[in-house]
């Protein structure tokens, strides 16, 4: 049954509040619902992996732009997340579903306009997700053999069958960590927001503790015109300035990634928007503290990235010695690793939630749960195994795996601004019914700022990720992530075109399968037209 059916849906026996609000939604429950507050919080926290993300992208700015380009780049970024975060959490906690923005954008638009709409959103989504794995998979794996250069003073060969050998192995285990049943899960997230956090403040303590206050950059070469660096080869410094923003807009990603365990977490309409607002701010304001330190500790620039290529690792091993830097490294390391397992995690939602809406061609198989784990096993080595494939391009040509690492945050920030245009722009239809849930910025001005301003943002920044980074453009060096992008949205619209609007009618309800036992004690909550 569809959802825009203007029918009720039956009620599926629950005493529980998070289900009947799931059932008011359309969805019969599927999952058991074990993450507390503080693992959905630790989620949302290590979806960014602020210390891991910043070291994998912290040459980015550094040598683009320069010091300057690193510290007001990244205050800057995190102020206009925020406001994205802010107007994402607000959508999350009006439908929480593991659906996430895919499915809030098909109720956001008037019917005949629901199942293109989530079509593209959808594979947006999962697409620009599945890329983020990879690459930070990918990242990871570069970040391990870094060590083993530091650690071996430079006498190791890194070679891509090494990298992406130890990239797929890691993928594998991911696969296997998230496989296993929800209460583990939640009992093994609930430590890496102290890993992460802990590593970033660890790192700020160690290198302020050792930096000689002499050795120290000055105020105007960390906040100042000494510290704008134009090493783009041929950009204008104001171009070579905002390359400053990759960093943090690659960092502040994944926002949604919640909304994908809403299914999973206990008060769902409240934890999971209320988790993506903590951690949004705090990554903002606690990465910002980092980047300084960084650039205030960072010895000479013509040093960096220095042998191995991580410019992080070179001004931990100046600060801390060899044996310091590589202990702190590895934790560094660990937070990436936490990454991928919670954004595995989350993505193998989303293709759980796309398929059991009809969205892939496969008869609803990677909607099923495991009957021993409760947890969607076909979609969560689908994930896995697709998410290896752009690896393996770097054994062919590193500059087609890079072009598809490319995609994460383009397609990601775009399929979150979708759903956010589209329910100011269809506010007053008659056939769009949005009813906030209880994180709400309200209809006055501060919603309406936060949602203008993030899409206006957002929008930039695309323009930012379009651009090559160095000049002259040649063919290795070229940024293929807009034409990625744009190929990916045309296919996904050819495939429509073609054949997938005979079978896929937009989010729909399964609470008229067989097997949904009906009439409840309980009342639905008054959501029951989202259903329809």
Wanted: proline share 5%.
């Amino acid at each position: 049954m569809s959802m825009t059916d203007e029918k009720r849906p039956p009620s599926v026996v629950t005493s529980d509040e998070d289900d009947r609000e799931l059932v008011a939604l359309g969805y019969k429950p599927s999952f058991k619902r074990e993450f507390t507050n503080l693992a959905t919080i630790s989620f949302a926290f290590s979806i960014m992996g602020l210390c891991s993300s910043v070291a994998t992208t912290f040459n980015t700015p550094l040598l683009l732009g320069g010091p300057s380009s690193v510290t007001w780049c990244w205050i800057l970024g995190a102020s206009m997340c925020f406001t994205l975060g802010s107007s994402i959490a607000e959508i999350v906690s009006a439908f929480p579903t593991c659906g996430g923005l895919y499915t809030a954008s098909a109720q956001l638009v008037p019917k005949r306009h629901r199942a293109r709409v989530g079509w593209v959103v959808g594979w947006l989504n999962i697409l620009g997700q599945i890329a983020g794995i990879s690459s930070t998979e990918f990242g990871l794996a570069n970040m391990i053999l870094a060590a083993v250069t530091i650690g071996k003073d430079g006498d190791f060969e890194i070679t891509a069958g090494k990298t992406v050998g130890l990239f797929t192995g890691l993928l594998i285990i991911h696969g296997l960590l998230n496989s296993i049943a929800t209460r583990h899960l939640a009992s093994l997230t609930k430590g890496f927001v102290f890993v992460n956090l802990g590593t970033t403040f660890v790192t700020i303590i160690v290198l302020l503790s050792k930096t000689p206050r002499s050795e120290m950059h000055a105020a105007g070469y960390v906040f100042g015109s000494q510290g704008i660096v134009n090493q783009t080869g041929g950009w204008n410094t104001g171009i070579a300035f905002l390359f400053g923003l990759l960093s943090v807009q690659w960092t502040m990603t994944d926002y949604d990634a919640t909304a994908h365990i809403s299914e999973e977490v206990r008060r769902a309409a409240y934890a999971a928007p209320s988790a993506i607002f903590i951690a949004v701010l705090g990554t903002g304001l606690i990465g910002w503290l980092l980047n300084i330190v960084l650039v205030l500790c960072s010895g000479p620039l013509e040093n960096l990235p220095g042998a191995s290529g991580s410019a992080f690792l070179e001004i931990l091993a100046l600060r801390a010695t060899k044996a310091g830097a590589l202990i702190i490294w590895a934790f560094v390391c660990l937070t990436a690793f936490f990454v991928v397992q919670t954004a595995l995690h989350a993505a193998s939602r989303t293709v759980y939630a796309f398929s059991r809406d009809g969205g892939l061609p496969d008869a609803g198989f990677f909607s099923k749960n495991s009957t021993i784990t409760h947890t969607p096993l076909p979609a969560i080595w689908l994930t896995t195994i697709v998410s290896i494939l752009p690896g393996l391009l770097d054994l062919a040509s590193p500059v087609a795996a890079n072009a598809i690492f490319s995609l994460t945050a383009m397609a990601l920030d775009l399929s979150y601004i979708i759903p956010i245009f589209f329910r100011r722009l269809f506010r007053n239809h008659p056939e769009v019914k949005f009813t906030p849930g209880p994180f709400y910025m309200g209809d006055g001005l501060l919603g309406w700022a936060c949602n203008c301003m993030c899409i206006l943002w957002t929008l930039f920044v695309v323009v930012i990720f379009s651009l090559p980074n160095i000049m002259p453009v040649t063919a290795d060096n070229m940024n293929y992530a807009s034409v990625i992008t744009v190929g990916v949205i045309v296919l996904a619209s050819a495939w429509w075109v073609f054949g997938a609007h005979r079978y896929y009618t937009g989010p729909k309800s399964n609470l008229h399968n067989d097997s949904v036992e009906v009439i409840t004690e309980d009342v639905i909550p008054d959501k029951e037209h989202k259903s329809a």
